[in-house]
């Protein structure tokens, strides 16, 4: 704070003026005091003087005092106490704006020797007959509880607390809801607010006779209940629908976080079902006649809503056609929606009024305008046609930046519809001048190399740009470098200078590392192997996905718990900037009874391969397409020197050993006449091994050992005959390994990884048996490629995934890769959201299944959550177990 | 949950400072400043943060209102809270500017700390703050019936200031309690925003209309106040009844203290007007207009030998001869120029009163028609030397956006039949009813 002298005489003068006689004179007095301090001046030299006005019995003049008192008591806490007196008395006082008022002052005062003054009349006060006072007591609590938590406890308030939630009056209960929700965010264990049916009842009927903002804190600690079925949660929707007509837009907003939430409980076939959604559109479309703060903030909502349920407003179009006079934050968040919203359906209208945005002034509006016409074309594929149209109009107007940005669109939709749409890059070339933004140069280099056979002067455009190669962007040379080896290859007679010329420009002329490296890589392969390199070259390319941008379907449903909140307008989770402790807890949207959560909804997993398949969202690493697909592509036909080169994808780490569980004793002494057998399960260098230990208690020598496994679920049989050659003595313990084949005849059993062995000596037949990690199973090609990944896990039924908590893991999820990877457990892609580490996984075990697995890393939560997917739902839960059993060691 | 309210100045000085709290420190204050007046005009200004502290503000009366929070907080409950605060104040201190809310800053303080406590929003109806709040509220304007100098009705200004007397709206609801001789006056406004497209062949591609009903009421003792709507009224498409004059809406929704037990049958609102402004009821209607938008454009661009640009515009007005509309501007977007230099433009238009200028920052000419009665048809020719002109670039002239104010007009045939108080009050009261239409975006693409 800026503070301000105040010169002595007027300190003096002011303290005169205090100690008037006069009432009013001493009121303008202390009138002039919290003038000053409003400005930053420091006026606590007149604390006594101030508190000696105190006593009057003018009420005006009082609460000057108090809001004096409340600014300058912490840095005066010894002065301080000289008030307690007075507000102690004010407690008591018969008029019950005065206990009101002395109570809500005291609790304001955040000094340490006050509170214990506070207790008694807080007491009193929250058993006060006057609801204004009790109202404010039960603010005061919470208050108290911010300064000192464990006095509130001792006292015994919170039990006051909560007994006020069933108050007469209205007031005191959303006072003492919103008391008690703040209080149990500190706790997230107590069971602070207790909701049951019973309190849910009566806080459904105290909302409906509360004011305004205490129906914003009744709903909110509503929208945290879980219900127990969905005729509850039905029944609850029910009586806060009539809450979305409400003029008040936070009530409106706070409605709708709770029908959104228990919706998700609601059987879907449910005809309440259908009337909800009907009903969620108009209170949503009103908010957009808001003032423009906001709409803003609905339009962030909705944005969420609409990924969630674009159901909802699916009919609702035209409401986000953009005003004139909309500020420009507001435009683009409608132009998100809308094309959110885009479908077949309506899709006319939209590029209709996108054209008409694209001609707009503002200039960051018009380039969204164009993209989103390049959205439109890649998300609904009949109207591809009449988009790749509009934006051929749109670059006849050359107007620069517009032109720019339907270049970088159209490249999106060639990758989205190949050899399609290639009549336009005649157009497209003529225009090849006027680019001078990186994005566009790029997208149009790309264009030229992809379709090199196609246009004649594909040779000279190309070497047109790489006069300049040294002053472009790094994004540009590659796409350059890129560009130009695709055409060599399409056309090797003519294009030999032309690719030695790039060549040596990005290997010997350059210091970025990713250049250099890339264009090595194109050397040796050219080199080495034409064949190879038009294979990984000219490969075909993924296609893009239509839901570029979507929030990651955990985030969202995060987000829609916190519809109306300040993490809705950051697309942001609480935790992502709210401090300390409050509110880190995540909120989980309630189960659809009988149906496991969806972790990852397969259209979004497109996600994870980043780059590879984003469209123009992404577009800075859209350009990595070619040479991120390579490593992979590349690793089978080369091998050897480049092998190391290349295996970059696989992750770097050290060589770590494959996991293997201690030996554990199988068959005790006791059981097998003095034959002690422990052992384990091992896979080293791709063979599966049995390691047993057997020893000899008994006191005879044991001799013609034998081996026998029972069926088994994946086929186990020994390879070989167990190796024990001499006979052992009593005494004597021996180490025999004995591989494994998987080859056997096969049954299920139970669990699973169930194993029934028979063991033969010269005594007996000892039968036993013993479980082993599957993690042995897994084998050592089982790296998916990223785009069967991606096909497979959207290939799997939903109902096939299931989630585990692996607790108390403290590794990085880097380190967690390398241990899994040396377990054959091959991390394929990576994502960071949020601080939160995503790891994609697959497995193939030996007999053929393939299991996918999604890995989340929190930094500084030793809690993983592991999302397992395979076509053979039986086998998730040993995985699991062993992914934690690995992880753990 | 709120932290700190604080007010400050356009100019950043700080007005009034409250904080809830104490999580954080006033330093936030010129932080907000700081950030606020530098922010670039494709950032959303609603909210903003700085470290830990997130900052929602609005602006009003010039003035920048802040609230503040470190919690997970719904910016709905405190943008909405903010205008209400605003229109508290405004109630309280007549009017808002920086004048009012330094005068009155006792007053503000007071009226904070009833209505937020520890963050919490209490209540913030003046019915129930007047049992609470003693500071008399000191008004920053001497009344004055000759006091033209502030005529705005509702933003805009009106050249029709005998329809009410719009100084008597911005005087303090409580400063009555003095003089006892104070007005008792109630004022009924409905007030409609209209928004229309229209396509560049004339088709009508949108138009909305948003109105209210808004009550200021400056009268101590009124215990019941009904008002009836148009009979025929009627909410959604199934409701229509006949054919008839039926005035239609599509959604509808009232303040919490209307009663609507007769609403059903008699299109009557019945509630008990708190002291000061408040909005009774909020209506929408989409693309179904029960009467034409009211102007036309027929537009015509070319080039002519010369090398210029020719935009050749005819604007009619589709009202009933008796109405007139107020203020008209038109600008037509010009996208395309702007990257070249205008050298000139000369004009032609139908009548001396109207005039028209280029306007290089907003790339657009600005017409303005001062008054234009109904059944009128104006025209207008411009001619703009653009250096490089293609045939190509006549595309690129944008569309054309009006606005205006219909004084004693409203689009979706809303009237307001009675207005009747109860119990009688004594002595002389005035009851006032207004109604205008405003242009909230009304775009005619060519």
């Keep these: ?889 | 949950m709120i932290s700190q309210v604080f007010i400050l100045s356009s100019k950043g000085d700080h007005l009034i400072y409250k904080d809830f709290r104490g999580e954080a420190g006033c330093d936030a204050v010129n932080k907000f400043y700081e950030m606020v007046t530098t922010l670039t005009g494709d950032q959303p200004p609603v909210v903003m943060k700085h470290k830990e502290l997130h900052y929602v503000h609005i602006r009003q009366g010039g003035l920048y209102w802040v609230a503040t929070t470190k919690a997970d907080s719904s910016p709905f409950t405190i943008i909405e809270f903010l205008n209400r605060l605003t229109a508290l104040i405004k109630d309280y201190c007549g009017c808002l500017s920086e004048k009012s809310v330094r005068m009155n800053f006792a007053l503000i303080y007071e009226v904070l700390d009833e209505v937020v406590d520890f963050g919490y929003i209490q209540t913030t109806s003046t019915d129930i703050l007047k049992n609470f709040i003693q500071t008399e509220a000191v008004s920053a304007k001497p009344l004055s019936l000759f006091d033209l100098s502030n005529v705005g009705l509702f933003g805009a200004d009106t050249q029709q200031n005998k329809v009410a007397p719009s100084v008597a709206a911005t005087r303090p609801i409580m400063s009555s309690r003095g003089e006892q001789g104070g007005k008792n006056e109630i004022f009924v406004d409905v007030i409609e925003r209209i928004s229309v497209v229209i396509g560049a062949n004339g088709v009508l591609m949108k138009a909305d209309i948003e109105g209210e009903i808004r009550v200021k009421c400056y009268m101590p003792s009124c215990s019941e106040m009904r008002i009836g709507l148009n009979e025929e009224f009627s909410i959604g498409k199934s409701q229509l009844r006949g054919y008839g004059a039926a005035v239609r809406v599509d959604e509808c929704s009232f303040h919490q203290a209307v009663r609507l037990d007769e609403f059903d049958t008699y299109r009557i609102l019945k509630l008990c007007p708190s002291q000061g402004e408040q909005t009774v009821m909020q209506y929408q209607l989409c693309d179904d207009l029960p009467t034409a938008p009211p102007f036309r454009l027929f537009s015509s661009i070319e080039r002519d030998t010369g090398g210029r640009l020719l935009i050749y515009l005819k604007l009619r007005c589709d009202l009933p001869p008796k109405r007139s509309v107020l203020h008209l501007n038109n600008n037509p977007a010009l996208p395309l120029f702007s990257y070249s230099l205008f050298s000139s433009l000369s004009q032609e238009l139908s009548s001396p009163d109207q005039s028209a200028e280029l306007q290089p920052q907003n790339k657009a000419v600005h017409w303005e028609i001062p008054r234009f009665p109904g059944g009128a048809q104006l025209s207008a020719l411009f001619k703009l030397e653009v250096p490089g002109l293609s045939s190509a670039s006549l595309q690129e002239v944008g569309s054309i956006s009006l606005s205006f104010e219909l004084p004693k007009y409203t689009c979706t045939g809303l009237q307001i039949r009675f207005l009747r108080l109860s119990p009688i009050q004594p002595g002389a009261s005035q009851r006032w009813v207004r109604y205008v239409t405003h242009s909230d975006s009304y775009t005619i693409r060519i």
């Design chain 1, 1 to 889: 704070m800026l503070c301000f002298h105040v010169c002595a005489g007027e300190i003096f003068e002011l303290k005169a003026e205090l100690n008037s006689d006069k009432k009013e004179k001493k009121k303008e007095a202390v009138k002039k005091v919290i003038a000053s301090m409003t400005v930053g001046k420091d006026v606590s030299a007149l604390f006594p003087d101030v508190v000696n006005c105190m006593q009057t019995d003018n009420l005006e003049l009082k609460k000057l005092v108090y809001l004096y008192l409340m600014n300058y008591a912490k840095s005066q806490p010894d002065m301080a106490i000289m008030a307690v007196n007075t507000f102690v008395k004010d407690c008591e006082d018969p008029n019950p704006l005065i206990r009101a008022l002395a109570v809500r002052t005291m609790g304001c005062i955040r000094v340490d020797k006050i509170t214990e003054y506070l207790c008694e009349p807080l007491r009193k006060c929250l058993k006060d007959e006057d609801p204004y006072v009790r109202k404010t007591a039960a603010v005061c609590v919470a208050k108290l509880h911010d300064i000192n938590a464990q006095l509130v406890e001792d006292q015994g308030f919170l039990d006051t607390l909560k007994d006020l939630i069933s108050d007469s009056n209205p007031m005191v209960v959303a006072n003492a809801v919103a008391a008690l929700s703040e209080i149990a965010e500190s706790h997230p264990n107590s069971n602070l607010l207790d909701l049951n049916p019973q309190s849910i009842n009566k806080l459904l009927t105290a909302l409906n006779e509360c004011t305004e903002w205490g129906q914003i804190f009744i709903l909110d600690c509503l929208a945290n209940y879980a219900p127990r079925d969905d005729r509850e949660s039905q029944s609850i929707c029910e009586r806060v629908t009539p809450r979305l007509s409400h003029a008040n837009s936070a009530v409106v907003l706070s409605a709708v976080k709770v029908l959104m939430k228990f919706m998700e409980m609601l059987p879907k076939d449910l005809d309440y079902y259908g009337t909800l959604l009907k009903k969620l559109a108009p209170p949503l479309v009103t908010l957009l006649s808001a003032e423009p703060e906001l709409q803003y903030v609905a339009l962030r909502n909705i944005n969420l809503i609409v990924q969630k349920r674009p159901e909802i407003l699916k009919h609702e179009m035209k409401v986000f056609f953009v005003k004139y006079n909309d500020p420009i934050y507001v435009k683009l968040e409608k132009l998100d929606i809308m094309i959110r919203l885009a479908s077949q359906a309506n899709i006319a209208q939209v590029l209709a009024e996108l054209k008409e945005y694209a001609t707009e002034v503002d200039v960051d509006f018009v380039r969204k305008a164009v993209r989103a016409i390049g959205r439109c074309a890649i998300k609904v594929e009949q109207s591809a046609e009449r988009c790749v149209s509009t934006l051929l109009d749109l670059i006849q107007t050359k107007v620069n930046y517009v032109v720019q940005e339907a270049i970088v669109v159209i490249k999106d939709i060639f990758r989205k519809y190949p050899n399609k749409y290639e009549s336009v890059i005649a157009t497209l070339c003529e225009n090849l001048d006027s680019l001078d933004e990186p994005e566009a140069r790029a997208a149009m280099i790309w264009i030229v190399g992809e379709y090199a056979e196609r246009i004649d002067n594909a040779d000279e455009l190309l070497e047109s740009f790489l006069e300049g190669f040294h002053d472009e962007s790094t994004q540009v040379q590659l796409q350059l470098l890129t560009a130009i080896v695709k055409l060599f290859l399409k056309k090797p007679t003519e294009t030999q200078e032309l690719v030695q010329q790039v060549l040596s420009l990005a290997t010997q002329d350059s210091d970025n590392p990713d250049l250099r490296d890339r264009g090595y890589i194109y050397w040796r392969l050219l080199s080495t192997d034409p064949v190879a390199a038009k294979e990984v070259v000219l490969a075909e390319k993924p296609l893009i996905s239509e839901e570029t941008d979507l929030i990651e379907p955990t985030l969202l449903e995060e987000l829609i718990c916190h519809i109306g909140t300040l993490a809705s307008v950051y697309h942001k989770p609480p935790s992502a900037f709210v401090e300390g402790s409050r509110g880190v807890m995540h909120k989980r949207l309630p189960a659809r009874t009988g149906s496991l959560v969806s972790v990852i909804p397969s259209h979004t997993l497109s996600f994870f391969l980043g780059g590879d398949i984003g469209g123009s969202a992404a577009m800075g690493a859209g350009f990595g397409a070619v040479p991120a697909v390579m490593p992979a592509s590349l690793n089978a036909p080369m091998g050897g020197g480049l092998g190391d080169l290349f295996d970059l994808g696989g992750g770097v780490g050290m060589p770590l050993g494959a996991y293997i569980p201690p030996k554990t004793v199988w068959l005790p002494a006791m059981k097998a006449k003095g034959l002690e057998i422990s052992g384990t399960f091992a896979r080293r260098a791709g063979v599966i091994q049995m390691e047993l230990t057997l020893t000899n208690k008994a006191m005879s020598v044991m001799t013609d050992f034998a081996i026998q496994f029972n069926r088994n679920s994946f086929g186990l049989a020994p390879a070989g005959p167990l190796q024990v050659l001499s006979p052992l003595s009593p005494n004597q313990t021996i180490e025999v390994s004995l591989p494994l084949s998987t080859v056997g005849p096969v049954m299920k059993m139970e669990p699973l990884n169930n194993l029934q062995v028979a063991v033969k000596n010269n005594i007996d037949v000892f039968y036993f048996s013993c479980q082993y990690p599957i993690s042995m199973l897994f084998v050592e090609d089982g790296k998916m490629e990223r785009q069967v990944f991606l096909a497979t896990w959207k290939d799997i039924p939903n109902e096939n995934e299931s989630q585990f908590q692996i607790k108390d893991c403290h590794l990085n999820s880097d380190a967690a890769s390398n241990k899994l990877q040396a377990s054959n457990i091959f991390t394929i892609a990576k994502r960071t959201v949020e601080g939160q580490d995503m790891l994609y996984m697959s497995i193939k075990l030996s007999n053929g299944i393939w299991v996918l697995a999604e890995l989340r890393v929190q930094t500084g939560n030793p809690n993983y959550t592991i999302s397992v997917k395979c076509r053979a739902p039986e086998v998730s839960q040993c995985v699991f177990q062993c992914c934690e059993a690995v992880l753990k060691n």
